[in-house]
């Protein structure tokens, strides 16, 4: 928790400076709900939040409400937007293998998500296989191949330069022989070869289907906190050309853009299956709403 209070730092800061003093809501005039609608933006909640959020805290400005009064709004308001996104990710496939495809920019923590959230799913008692579907880098292979080792998962690999959809059928096939219960498939990410990443991906579930007509089951997209806004615009595009099922964000432990989740549950709705809080293996945890709210409201 202390760091996910560091990812919200900054946020929770600049809400704090215009909440600091309030010692009733009688001062909630509109100038104040301005600063206070301004901040939250600041903070990267984003515009439909933010006014959100204003009205909410307007609606209630005859209470007699202290500081605390209005954090504790605050901090209900936010646990609103977020409660209906907070799905932790489930094995339901069947037959097995689950197959999870992860997606994202290059840099924006794939590969050590998928290191995490086996180690995650190997705690549950699920057999995982890891997948390095993203050939285009021999780097990523040998990473994945590290993470492997790191929490005692298999690793089937290709030759870089490879054919992706290949090693994923391979994927399935091994894990179906082998009695795994989650592939999850690491893929290449280049957003600035679009039309090559969609053709690639929906190669992959061309195969997939062909195996299991539910597979792929989630299409995950890791995003990096640090990137703001920008992180938004990612999941609109990816939401496009790759039918997105759900959210991992990462790097929350690194910046004091946490506010980026709310604007991204606020604009999108898709589920959000957990939260990346550091470079180690057990640096998944689940997304918890209140947590994360009661952390941004100071
Ligand atoms: P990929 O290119 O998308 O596969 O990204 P990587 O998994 O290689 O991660 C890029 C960098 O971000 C690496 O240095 C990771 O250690 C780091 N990273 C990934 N997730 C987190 C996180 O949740 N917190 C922090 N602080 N760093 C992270």
Not at 91 to 98: D, S
Not at 138 to 157: D, H, M, N, S
Not at 230 to 247: D, H, I, K, P
Request: charged share 25%; aromatic share 4%.
């Amino acid at each position: 928790l202390d760091r996910l209070r560091g990812g919200f730092s900054k946020t929770a800061e600049r809400v704090a400076e215009n909440l600091t003093g309030l010692t009733s809501t009688a001062a909630l005039d509109t100038a104040t709900l301005d600063d206070i609608e301004e901040a939250l933006i600041a903070s990267d909640l984003g515009p439909e939040a933010s006014r959100r959020i204003r009205e909410a805290i307007a609606a209630r400005r005859f209470e007699q409400l202290d500081e605390r009064g209005l954090r504790t709004i605050l901090a209900e308001e936010i646990e609103k937007i977020l409660a209906p996104v907070a799905k932790p990710l489930e094995v339901w496939g069947f037959p097995r293998p689950h197959v999870i495809l992860v997606i994202g920019v290059n840099g924006s923590g794939k590969t050590t998500t998928i290191g995490k959230l086996g180690r995650l799913l190997k705690e549950q008692d699920y057999g995982v296989l890891l997948a390095a579907g993203d050939t285009f880098r021999a780097a990523a292979i040998e990473q994945l191949k590290i993470w492997g080792e790191r929490i005692g998962a298999p690793v089937i690999t290709g030759k870089e330069g490879g054919d992706a959809a290949g090693i994923v059928f391979d994927g399935v096939k091994q894990a179906t022989a082998t009695g795994i219960d989650a592939l999850i498939v690491d893929t290449a990410g280049r957003l600035q070869n679009k039309s090559h990443l969609m053709d690639e991906l929906s190669k992959i579930r061309r195969v997939l289907g062909r195996l299991n007509p539910e597979a792929p089951h989630d299409i995950l997209l890791v995003l990096d906190a640090t990137t703001g806004q920008n992180g938004l615009a990612q999941v609109e595009v990816f939401r496009e050309s790759a039918g997105v099922t759900g959210l991992i964000m990462t790097k929350l432990d690194g910046t004091a853009r946490g506010g980026v989740l709310v604007a991204a549950a606020e604009k999108f709705g898709l589920p959000i299956h957990a939260i990346g809080v550091g470079e180690q293996a057990d640096d998944l945890r689940p997304f918890d709403p209140r947590a994360v709210a009661r952390a941004i409201a100071g």
